[in-house]
């Protein structure tokens, strides 16, 4: 019987010690929580973060979009309208798919074979004309190289500004030619009109005619 209730006063002990417990550390706990509106800024200021980082992750692993590459071998292709056997003009394939879909903010890798170096330039703008032209301007992050380049349904021309140079390009939508500027301008004659006006003189009735016609 003894026994039997020092069992007893055990167990209420330990019933009791195990309630103060669960009460201390709950109180604790409580205190610890914060404020429903806090913890909804918590989690906010969480999924922002997160948010921002996926983001950052995102635009330092995509690639930039490549402009060109150099062609391999001994072809050399025929551009229309080319003024050729320019110094320093290399021959390129075009990789331009992608500009009918590029947006503001993609990157564009630019390699000058002439000079051996690559650039990177950010789209800034991208503006459709008529006749389905489309013109894509972009700039390096510390705005030393700038690039124009223009599209047509099947021909392409870009003028690249860099620290080294302007170069040119003259192409069709698969191919083309980059030229130094300063060696293009020398085969053109700005002096000489790029074009001929045909003067049309009115026809000229002789007096003979005229007295023919009035003796008739």
Do not use: C
Not at 55 to 65: N, S, Y
Not at 76 to 102: D, F, H, T
Not at 124 to 153: F, H, P
């Amino acid at each position: 019987m003894k026994i039997l209730i020092v069992t007893l006063i055990l167990i209420l002990i330990l019933l009791s010690a195990g309630f103060a417990w669960l009460s201390i550390g709950s109180w604790g706990a409580f205190n610890g929580l914060s404020s429903p509106d806090s913890l909804v800024s918590e989690w906010v200021s969480n999924s922002r973060s997160l948010n921002d980082s996926g983001r950052k992750l995102q635009i330092q692993t995509r690639a930039p979009l490549v402009m060109w590459s150099v062609i391999e071998g001994d072809y050399i292709p025929e551009i229309r309208g080319y003024q050729g056997n320019v110094e320093g003009a290399i021959p390129l394939a075009l990789k331009i798919k992608w500009s009918w879909e590029i947006t503001v903010g993609e990157n564009i890798t630019i390699f000058i074979p002439q000079i051996d170096s690559h650039f990177t330039v950010t789209v800034t703008q991208v503006k459709s004309q008529l006749r389905g032209i489309k013109v894509i301007t972009a700039t390096s992050v510390d705005d030393a190289v700038e690039l124009l380049l223009t599209l047509g349904q099947n021909s392409t021309f870009a003028n690249l500004g860099t620290p080294q140079g302007s170069y040119e390009l003259v192409g069709t939508a698969s191919y083309g030619w980059l030229v130094p500027s300063k060696n293009m301008d020398q085969h053109i004659d700005y002096v000489k009109s790029d074009y001929v006006l045909e003067k049309i003189r009115e026809p000229s009735f002789k007096k003979q005619d005229i007295r023919g016609e009035a003796n008739d």
